[in-house]
């Protein structure tokens, strides 16, 4: 059974920076597709940025390209955002995924494991 434990996140000034951590346990990490996604209030969960199971390849939605970096350390069973110029905009919740494969996907329902979420609070 794969558990997502996530750390990081927390309250801070627009143009500052923040580091999500999503620590799975399991056997399956090394070899899964690795994404976040988020919630923003009255929003529906949108997806965020991807990781290939090597880390090898990334892809990220529009609004966070050149200041969101998502990785990978399979020797850690640990994957990470770091989220640098943050906005008022980058605030919700945040949740990090498992995919059943190695290749991602930006689409919600294809994740089979989730994170317990944790709150990005970017004030203006």
């Known amino acids: 059974q794969v558990q997502l434990v996530q750390s990081g996140g927390g309250l801070v000034q627009a143009g500052g920076s923040l580091r999500l951590s999503c620590a799975a346990s399991g056997h399956t990490f090394s070899t899964s597709a690795m994404a976040w996604f988020r919630r923003a209030p009255g929003n529906a969960r949108e997806f965020v940025a991807a990781i290939t199971f090597s880390g090898s390849s990334t892809y990220y939605t529009d609004p966070v390209k050149g200041r969101f970096t998502i990785s990978r350390d399979n020797a850690k069973n640990t994957m990470y955002l770091q989220m640098n110029s943050l906005k008022p905009e980058d605030t919700g919740l945040y949740y990090c995924?498992?995919?059943?494969?190695?290749?991602?996907?930006?689409?919600?329902?294809?994740?089979?494991?989730w994170g317990q979420g944790t709150q990005v609070t970017v004030s203006s």
């Open positions: 995924a498992q995919h059943p494969g190695r290749y991602y996907s930006v689409i919600s329902a294809d994740y089979d494991y």
